[in-house]
């Protein structure tokens, strides 16, 4: 991830391993943007970058998440709406709890350059783990039809655009929607890093799709598990 002052970004910044604030508020940071070559990694795909460009549109609903550990290191960094950014902390928080790495403090929230600078340093080492390999992506994505409804919810820890390539051959349920008209976009997207590696972003991106279908009354894609290479 690279870094960028020039616009400001709504962004939820709290501490990972405390009991995640249901009640958050949304504070102001600085955006992040992406720093490889374009299609070198998931969270630099085309989907992922419509999903960072709605966070231009006030109206979208759409924010920025910054969650860290106790000790300032990044947990996760994600783009999507706050409902499903706070599944996604409390999520990591009972993660973190069950590994005994539960922490007493309450979230902490930061404004305007105090925002900023935490996120700053987050990014730092956040490069630093994407150095080494040590990063793990997931995303929630709906299939809508062709009115913009969503009908079919699902996560992937792949390139977007290719895990709606392999629905849209191999899901029954969304090639009987493609035949009616369909539009695949993503809602959620995260970068897991430290204690949130691969299993753990499998477990945080299911628990927003949960959510997400509960809340939205929309059926979950079948036949896969949440962790799965096939993912």
Wanted: hydrophobic share 35%.
């Amino acid at each position: 991830m690279a870094y960028s002052g020039a616009r400001k970004t709504p962004v939820v910044s709290s501490r990972a391993g405390s009991d995640f604030d249901a009640g958050a508020t949304i504070v102001e940071a600085p955006t992040l943007t992406l720093s490889r070559p374009p299609g070198a990694a998931p969270w630099e795909s085309d989907s992922v970058k419509k999903l960072v460009g709605r966070l231009r549109n006030d109206e979208s609903g759409i924010n920025a998440m910054a969650l860290h550990n106790a000790q300032g290191d990044p947990q996760l960094m994600a783009v999507g709406f706050q409902e499903d950014h706070m599944v996604a902390g409390r999520t990591v928080a009972e993660i973190q709890k069950r590994n005994g790495l539960a922490q007493d403090s309450k979230p902490r929230l930061h404004k305007g350059l105090a925002g900023g600078s935490e996120l700053e340093r987050g990014r730092k080492k956040a490069l630093e783990l994407q150095a080494r390999e040590k990063t793990a992506f997931g995303a929630v994505y709906e299939h809508r039809d062709f009115a913009g409804k969503p009908r079919l919810i699902g996560s992937t820890n792949k390139m977007p655009e290719r895990q709606f390539e392999l629905d849209w051959k191999q899901n029954d349920s969304v090639q009987t929607l493609a035949r009616q008209g369909i539009r695949s976009e993503l809602v959620w997207a995260g970068i897991g890093s430290g204690t949130v590696g691969e299993q753990q972003m499998a477990e945080v991106r299911q628990a927003v799709v949960d959510a997400r279908s509960e809340r939205y009354r929309i059926e979950k894609l079948s036949g896969i598990k949440p962790y799965s290479a096939h993912t």
